[in-house]
């Protein structure tokens, strides 16, 4: 089946950095594009990033353009995300997910606060 575990959250300060892991298994990982999602307290589920199957291209939001970087490890079954400058705005649970299948781990709760 496919699994999905992420890990490397925490409690930062404003302006700090955390690089998010995601292991992966159960399927091809190197057919799909990854992609980190966020859920905030209040709202949807919101996309932050993507990669393509071999890490070519990326897209990021707007609100993360340029703090954040997507990146991925296909011989590990892994995708990464590295987040600096981070703003209280970032509080949310991280999730990742393989192209779009509609499959979802526990998540890692990142905490922006002073």
């Known amino acids: 089946q496919v699994q999905l575990v992420e890990s490397g959250g925490g409690l930062v300060q404003p302006g700090g950095s955390l690089r998010l892991s995601c292991a992966a298994s159960g399927f091809t990982f190197s057919s799909y594009a990854m992609s980190w999602y966020r859920q905030a307290p209040g709202k949807e589920r919101e996309l932050v990033a993507t990669i393509t199957t071999i890490g070519g291209m990326t897209n990021y939001a707007d609100s993360v353009k340029g703090r954040f970087t997507i990146s991925r490890d296909n011989a590990k079954n892994t995708v990464y995300l590295q987040m600096n400058s981070l703003k209280p705005e970032d509080t949310a649970v991280y999730y990742c997910?393989?192209?779009?299948?509609?499959?979802w781990g526990q998540g890692t709760q990142v905490t922006v606060s002073s």
């Open positions: 997910r393989p192209g779009r299948l509609h499959y």
